[in-house]
């Protein structure tokens, strides 16, 4: 596998920003099914950031959730949804090296049934929205 140039690298950390899209309802009620994230790649995490990770049993599956604390050997990360499990609890702390990055903002997509305009400007209004390191924080967003 040929190697990265140090000037690659370096610009890849300016630009490594991609996206990725919520399946399931582990972070339900900060993220839903079918969200899509604008995720910085290698940023910093700090206590209560929403992470991308590769699950740590299964490193072909991409994985969002909230990064909690930093523990000996990783990161304790939780979903906003208590009862879907599939976080720390089922499988301990995640490696460093295993979360990819840090979600910065949260894209909704119109569904096909909002056709009225106040369905269109409601969707318009919220579609876009930061993703915040306090989970109180999204959840006063969305409590309209």
Same mark, same amino acid.
């Given at each position: 596998?040929? =190697? #990265?140039?140090? =000037?690659?690298?370096?610009?890849? $950390? *300016? #630009? +490594?920003? !991609?996206?990725?899209?919520?399946? !399931?309802? +582990?972070?339900?009620?900060?993220?839903?099914? @079918?969200?899509?994230?604008?995720?910085?790649?290698?940023?910093?995490?700090?206590?209560?950031?929403?992470?991308? #990770?590769?699950?740590?049993?299964?490193?072909?599956?991409? *994985?969002?959730?909230? &990064?909690?604390?930093?523990?000996? @050997?990783?990161?304790?990360?939780?979903?906003?949804?208590?009862?879907?499990? @599939?976080?720390?609890?089922?499988?301990?702390?995640?490696?460093?090296?295993?979360?990819? @990055?840090?979600?910065?903002?949260?894209?909704?997509?119109?569904?096909?049934?909002?056709?009225?305009?106040? &369905? #269109? &400007?409601?969707? $318009?209004?919220? &579609?876009?929205?930061?993703?915040?390191?306090?989970? +109180?924080? +999204?959840?006063?967003?969305? $409590?309209?």
């Amino acid at each position: 596998m040929p =190697e #990265l140039s140090q =000037e690659t690298e370096q610009g890849r $950390a *300016v #630009l +490594s920003f !991609g996206v990725a899209e919520v399946t !399931g309802p +582990s972070m339900v009620p900060t993220l839903y099914h @079918g969200d899509w994230l604008v995720v910085q790649y290698g940023a910093r995490v700090k206590p209560g950031d929403v992470v991308v #990770l590769r699950h740590p049993f299964q490193q072909d599956l991409l *994985v969002v959730k909230r &990064a909690v604390e930093l523990r000996e @050997g990783g990161w304790w990360v939780l979903g906003d949804n208590t009862y879907a499990g @599939g976080d720390s609890t089922d499988y301990g702390t995640v490696p460093e090296e295993l979360v990819l @990055g840090k979600a910065w903002f949260r894209y909704r997509p119109r569904r096909d049934d909002q056709r009225s305009p106040f &369905a #269109l &400007a409601r969707w $318009a209004l919220s &579609a876009a929205r930061p993703v915040f390191a306090d989970r +109180s924080a +999204s959840k006063r967003l969305r $409590a309209r």
